[in-house]
C-alpha cells in the first residue's frame, strides 16, 4: 500500500508558492534587474569614472556614514525606550507608545520641513543649540538627525515582542543567586535581546541608506558637505542622465546587499551561539 500522505493544513501551496514567487518577481526582481540591465551599456572605464567621481564619493561618505552613526544612536536609545515601554507603568504610557509610531504615519516630507524648523538658527531648539556654537540645520549633523528620526520605530518595534515574552522571573532568579545588575544584564538579558536587536539595526540602517524626503530639507544639500547619494540620483534623472542615475543605483543596491548580508551572517551567528549556550 502507498505510505500516506499527510495533508496540509493549508492546502494549495504550489499555487500560493507560485503567486508568491510571480508578484515577488514583478515588484521586486524585475526592477532591480533593470537597473543591472541599464546601467549595462556603459563600459567598464565609464562606470568606475561615474560611480568614482569626487562628487560622487562625497555623497557615499554621508550616506553610509550617516546611516550607520543613525542606526547605532537608534539601537542603543531605542533599546530604551522598549525597555520602559514594556516593563514600566506611568501616566502617558499609551500616548508615548503612539508617538513611537509618528515617523511611520508622517509623509517624509512632512518631517523634514518640521525637522527643519525646530532646528533651524531661529526654530525652538536651534536657537537654544546657537549660543553653544551647535548648528544642526544645513549641516551633516542635520542629516544625522533625520536619519535617526524616521529609524528608531524599528528598533522599538522589533524589540518589544522579545521583551514583552522574556520574563522577570529570570532576572529575579540571577539576582538571587548573587548576580550583580549589570552581571544580571550582561548574561541573563542582553543574549536574549541581541537578535532581536541586530534585526532592529539592520532595518533602521536600510531604511536610513534609501531615505530621501525627510533629508532635503535639512540637509541643504550643498554638494561634498551635506549632500546625499538619493538626492544626487534625483539630481541624474532630472537632468535625463539616466545611465549616471542607474550606476549609482547599482552602486547603492549592490553594497546594501552586502551590508544586510553582513548583518544577517552576524544575526545568525549570534542565534546559533545562544542556542550552543543554552
Known amino acids: 500500500m502507498p505510505a500516506h500522505t499527510p495533508r496540509r493544513i493549508l492546502p494549495g501551496f504550489n499555487l500560493s508558492l507560485g503567486f508568491t514567487l510571480v508578484y515577488l518577481s514583478l515588484i521586486v526582481l524585475i526592477p532591480l534587474s533593470a537597473a543591472f540591465l541599464k546601467s549595462a551599456d556603459l563600459s567598464f572605464a565609464e562606470f568606475w569614472a561615474l560611480v568614482t567621481s569626487p562628487r560622487v564619493l562625497a555623497s557615499y561618505r554621508i550616506t553610509f556614514g550617516a546611516s550607520l552613526a543613525a542606526a547605532t544612536l537608534n539601537a542603543g536609545f531605542g533599546l530604551v525606550v522598549a525597555w520602559v515601554l514594556v516593563r514600566y507603568s506611568f501616566p502617558g504610557k499609551r500616548l508615548v507608545d503612539a508617538i513611537v509610531d509618528l515617523p ?80 544580571t544584564l550582561r548574561r541573563v538579558v542582553f ?65 546594501s546587499f552586502l551590508l544586510l548580508l553582513l548583518i544577517n551572517t552576524l544575526q545568525r551567528w549570534s542565534n546559533w551561539r545562544h542556542r550552543a549556550a543554552a
Open 104 to 183: 511611520f504615519a508622517l509623509p517624509t516630507a512632512v518631517a523634514g520641513i518640521a525637522l527643519a524648523s525646530l532646528y533651524a538658527s531661529n526654530g525652538w531648539i536651534g536657537r537654544l543649540l546657537a549660543p553653544l556654537g551647535i548648528k544642526v540645520a544645513y549641516t551633516e549633523l542635520g542629516v544625522l538627525v533625520a536619519l535617526t528620526f524616521i529609524g528608531l520605530p524599528f528598533v522599538v518595534r522589533t524589540l518589544q515582542p522579545v521583551l514583552e515574552e522574556l520574563e522577570p522571573e529570570l532576572e529575579e532568579a540571577a539576582d538571587t543567586l548573587g548576580a550583580t545588575r549589570w552581571q
Open 191 to 255: 543574549p536574549e535581546l541581541l537578535p532581536a536587536l541586530i534585526t532592529g539595526f539592520a532595518l533602521s540602517f536600510a531604511r536610513a541608506l534609501g531615505e530621501y524626503g525627510s533629508v532635503v530639507f535639512i540637509s541643504g544639500n550643498m554638494p561634498m558637505r551635506t549632500e546625499i547619494t538619493p538626492l544626487l540620483i534625483i539630481a541624474k534623472l532630472e537632468q535625463f542622465d539616466y545611465r549616471g542615475a542607474t550606476a549609482l543605483a547599482v552602486v547603492m543596491l549592490v553594497a
